[in-house]
């Protein structure tokens, strides 16, 4: 393979065989890819979750992750807090013209990697090379079909008494980004990208009634939160003192003018349980890596239809809003 | 926690006094009172008013086009913090991100400096920064433009919107209708105008002043003192704000503005114009004033919307007041800088409405 990728590995003649035969098979491989064909055939389910995503983060490498493994573990953990178990993954590029194929092969072996560990396959995929200056080095695209085991997740059957848990500390992945980007305190904090299948298995088995469970990614736990009991006659009352976030994350929002309930995490869940079955929940998740600082973190209330409403640590409280837009950094 | 609010509270209860109104003058200010929900835990004759001090909110419509213009030209690249990336012009929806999808090129950078650096890895292009804030960003971008000569890089230059406190707050209580008992005083400037830049409050117009830090702890315990002032019938100067702020502030950052810059009169988002409020390069540094390089012009704009935040950036209005507010007006789709800015009064109060 030549050290940078031209356009003639997107023409799909010779050189596009030679880059899945030399590096995308290798690194996926299993039967159902191995057999070529325009689709892949699979052992299936009754009923099937059913996901996609596209990856476009930039830098493509920071503290924690790279935009492989996160195009893995973000449709894995979409279908998984659909209910379901992951199975298959499919995987589409765009790469721009001239990126070098030592950082492309970095990204597709990570992406081997998360793959392994979340128990998926990458069973169909697309290559495709754009013009120098279209593209931002790589995006990818996921598509992900996991097997219903647990049906009836949702926002609609949260009652007033459930608590609201999140796995760990917020913010993680979208201030580590940020830092990542501005060249500011690199490796300091580091992306929370993981595959949550193990811990929504974990929290799932565990017999708890669990109402709803969601990643809270672009947005941050804010907007999820209130996505939750929008347009419900339900609200959610938080209390700011128990979220769980890192120091490194507080200096960092405060330093750039963020606000880590509004960042994105990559591998933090958020539950909402039966009151009762809250310390099934909590020790699910803390008995796993991703869970252990596991913390309630409010409730649903009948208080305030449709809000969420957190009590801040000074004691005052105010109404959380869905972010607006993309968080910019502020001038001082 | 060593702090006890509910105390500080009690003491404010405590004290004789009628409504009294208090401003603040910093966007970090509004921004912590907003997100510690601070006005929720208030008496209720003590209100919290924001004042002209969120740099983006104050710079007027027909600058903000004059950089739209600029932005456009072929071979230019606008640097800009953040914030700005979202203001309109005088059309409600133009602006530097809408531009950029247009062709524009427009870097965000988190130091004027860092500008620099891109000018001298872009030699084939012209460098603007946009130079934005008061006493607190401008030692700053006075380091950014001497750094630029010292290293000989002819492709930088700075739009300057730089403004100053003083002018501002002469005007504002000047102004009609002004009906403020007391300043919390932003610490972030104080730590380069010091205790001193903020004496002519008492002295010429005998206002209490409180220089404030940035915690709501800080905040409160500011708001207590202003209190105390006006229950004692004083106005003086104090500073709360100790570990950051010596009574002289900070020379050394005073000197390197000085050398750079000299006020003029500007334009104010609210306020008009104000005689000697704006820093513009020195004459010695013209090669380094954009709008002097491009031949930059204002336009008159024409006032299209019922945007109010001239009134609200003077404390005439609550931002839920505007008739925008919440409905045209949002900070997915803002017509006025007050809301784009992540330190607008109607961002805050937007972003972290009280219960």
Redesign the interface.
């Known amino acids: 393979m030549d050290e940078i990728i031209t356009l003639d590995y997107g023409s799909g003649g010779k050189k596009t065989s030679r880059l899945i035969e030399n590096m995308l098979l290798p690194a996926f491989s299993n039967s159902a890819l191995e057999a070529l064909g325009d689709g892949a055939i699979l052992a299936g389910a009754e009923k099937l979750v059913f996901s996609t995503d596209s990856f476009v983060v930039s830098p493509l490498f920071f503290p924690g992750g790279d935009v492989g493994k996160l195009a893995v573990c973000g449709t894995v953990n979409d279908v998984a807090v659909c209910g379901g178990v992951p199975k298959y993954l499919s995987c589409a590029f765009v790469i721009e013209e001239g990126f070098e194929t030592e950082k492309l092969a970095r990204i597709v072996d990570s992406m081997a990697r998360a793959a392994k560990a979340a128990g998926v396959e990458i069973v169909t995929g697309d290559t495709k090379v754009v013009e120098r200056g279209r593209g931002d080095g790589v995006y990818i695209n996921t598509a992900g079909i996991g097997f219903l085991k647990y049906p009836g997740l949702s926002p609609r059957k949260l009652q007033a008494g459930d608590a609201v848990i999140v796995s760990g500390t917020v913010g993680d992945h979208g201030t580590a980004v940020m830092l990542a980007r501005s060249g500011m305190m690199q490796g300091e904090l580091r992306s929370d990208c993981a595959a949550l299948n193990g811990l929504c298995e974990a929290i799932l088995s565990s017999g708890a009634a669990v109402r709803v469970l969601r990643d809270p990614t672009r947005g941050g736990v804010a907007t999820t939160l209130c996505e939750f009991v929008e347009g419900s006659a339900l609200s959610i009352e938080l209390e700011e003192e128990k979220i769980p976030v890192r120091d490194g994350v507080r200096a960092a929002c405060e330093m750039l003018g963020l606000d880590a309930l509004y960042c994105a995490n990559e591998g933090k869940l958020l539950c909402v349980a039966a009151e009762e079955d809250c310390g099934k929940v909590l020790d699910a998740m803390r008995a796993t890596e991703q869970g252990k600082d596991a913390a309630v973190i409010g409730r649903v209330t009948e208080s305030y239809p449709g809000k969420v409403v957190m009590k801040t640590a000074f004691g005052g409280s105010r109404i959380l809003q869905k972010l607006a837009g993309a968080q910019l950094p502020r001038i001082c | 926690m060593s702090f006890d ?2 105390r500080v509270l009690d003491a404010i209860r405590a004290l004789e006094l009628g409504e009294i109104r208090l401003m603040e003058v910093c ?2 200010h509004t921004m912590a009172i ?8 208030l008496p209720e004759n003590v209100k919290l008013l924001s004042g002209p001090g969120c ?2 909110c104050v710079t007027p419509g027909e600058v903000i086009d004059a950089v739209l213009e600029l932005a456009m030209r072929p071979g230019l690249i606008i640097t800009t ?6 203001v309109p012009g005088s059309t409600p929806g133009d602006n530097l991100a809408r531009r950029r999808a247009l062709g524009a090129r427009v870097e ?1 950078v ?1 130091s004027p400096v860092d500008a620099v650096t891109i000018a001298q890895e872009n030699p084939d292009r012209e460098i603007v920064f946009l130079g ?2 008061f006493e ?2 401008a030692p700053g971008t006075a380091a950014a433009v001497l750094t630029a000569k010292e290293k000989g890089v002819k492709n930088f230059s700075l739009f300057s919107m730089l403004k100053t406190v003083e002018p501002a707050l002469r005007a504002l209580i000047a102004s009609e209708g002004f009906n403020v008992q007391g300043f919390l005083c932003p610490g ?1 400037v104080a730590t380069i105008i010091g205790e001193e830049g903020f004496e002519f409050l008492p002295r010429d117009y005998a206002l209490p002043a409180v220089i404030s830090g940035f915690e ?2 800080d905040i409160l315990s500011s708001v207590y003192l202003l209190c105390r002032q006006l229950a004692e019938g004083k106005s003086l100067v104090q500073n709360e704000y100790r570990r950051a702020v010596a009574p002289q502030g900070n020379p050394l950052a005073r000197a390197m503005m000085e050398k750079c810059f000299e006020a003029r009169r500007d334009l104010w988002r609210g306020l008009g114009a104000i005689e000697q409020s704006g820093l513009a390069l020195r004459d010695e540094l013209a090669e380094y004033d954009a709008e002097k390089k491009f031949g930059v012009t204002y336009k008159a704009a024409a006032k299209t919307t019922a945007c109010r935040c001239g009134e609200v950036i003077t404390g005439r209005l609550s931002p839920a007041q505007c008739p925008l507010f919440g409905k045209r007006c ?3 789709d803002p017509v006025g800088p007050c809301m784009v ?3 607008g009064a109607c961002a805050a109060h ?6």
């Not at chain 2, 907003?34 to 835990?41: E, F, I, N, Q, V």
């Not at chain 2, 913090?81 to 979202?86: I, P, S």
């Not at chain 2, 937007?350 to 219960?355: E, Q």
């Open positions: 609010a509910q966007g970090t907003a997100k510690s929900g601070l006005r929720t835990m740099p983006v913090y953040g914030d700005m990336v979202r965000v988190y934005v804030g607190t960003t972030h709501p702890e949002t900070p997915e800015s992540s330190e937007y972003k972290y409405r009280a219960v």
